[in-house]
Nanobody, 122 residues
Framework: QLQLVESGGGLVQPGGSLRLSCAASGIIFSINAMGWYRQAPGKQRELVASITSGGNTNYADSVKGRFTISRDNVKKTVYLQMNSLKPEDTAVYYC????????????????WGQGTQVTVSS
């Protein structure tokens, strides 16, 4: 029943900034982690940043120092602040919920949003 909806993508010049939002809805028991992935044309989908239920964060080397993942538990929203954007950041960005459990003894599963396009170009 969990649904993830991304927003905030668009066209931006190199060096610019964008903030992506992932709004979650639905009732579940628990989530192990939330993450942002991206997929450029002809390339594999890759993990950009993640945040665990305990608040620990992890970033791809290519975005360290430029991107920040955060979470607002009250609003049930995960954010990805992207600064100093580069053309190679161009991709469809997807929000992911990992280890979703409907009930305490349920097998974990993943949930994906529909994606939002980020284009960095002059």
């Amino acid at each position: 029943q969990l649904q993830l909806v991304e927003s905030g993508g668009g066209l931006v010049q190199p060096g610019g900034s964008l903030r992506l939002s992932c709004a979650a809805s639905g009732i579940i028991f628990s989530i192990n982690a939330m993450g942002w992935y991206r997929q450029a044309p002809g390339k594999q989908r890759e993990l950009v940043a993640s945040i665990t239920s305990g608040g620990n964060t992890n970033y791809a080397d290519s975005v360290k120092g430029r991107f920040t993942i955060s979470r607002d538990n009250v609003k049930k929203t995960v954010y990805l602040q992207m600064n100093s954007l580069k053309p190679e950041d161009t991709a469809v960005y997807y929000c992911n919920a990992e280890g979703v459990r409907r009930w305490s003894l349920s097998a974990p599963s993943d949930c994906w949003g529909q994606g939002t396009q980020v284009t960095v170009s002059s």
